[in-house]
């Protein structure tokens, strides 16, 4: 069963070795979203350091997701992204999370969904820009 010296890997090998490595880089990503999540799951604006750093950690482990091809893990990202923006009055941050949605469900080929999205997002900017 042993390969002749300088035969070349099979394909498949190269594949098992890629999916093993994105589980486990991917491990620490998900245990950072299940505690942001933890952190979050009760309303109001919670007790960190700093709100800012907050959002842009959640800013990364959205984008860190979406490099690794992993699109429903980085809609729940930008999901908890909204709605921590809210909580601070951040409208420019609700903005960017919802149009962030809309794009990824928009790439999924869910126009639906992303319809719901953008809505959010119109109502949003109109509120943000007030009377004129």
């Known amino acids: ?53 907050t959002v842009s950690s959640l800013q990364l482990l959205a984008a860190l997701y979406r490099l690794q091809d992993k699109p429903i893990q980085a809609l729940e990202s930008f999901l908890l992204l909204r709605s921590l923006c809210r ?12 149009c962030q949605l809309s794009r990824i469900l928009l790439q999924l080929h869910c126009p639906a969904q992303a319809q719901f999205f953008l809505e959010e997002l119109e109502l949003c900017l109109e509120q943000d820009q007030g009377p004129e």
Do not use: H
């Open 1 to 53: 069963d042993q390969d002749p010296e300088g035969e070349r890997p099979e394909p498949r090998d190269g594949i098992r070795c890629s999916l093993s490595s994105d589980s486990a880089l991917s491990k620490p990503l998900d245990e950072a979203f299940s505690l942001w999540k933890k952190l979050l799951e009760n309303p109001g604006i919670p007790e960190v350091r700093s709100p800012e750093q």
């Open 87 to 98: 909580r601070l009055g951040d409208p420019l941050g609700t903005a960017d999370s919802l």
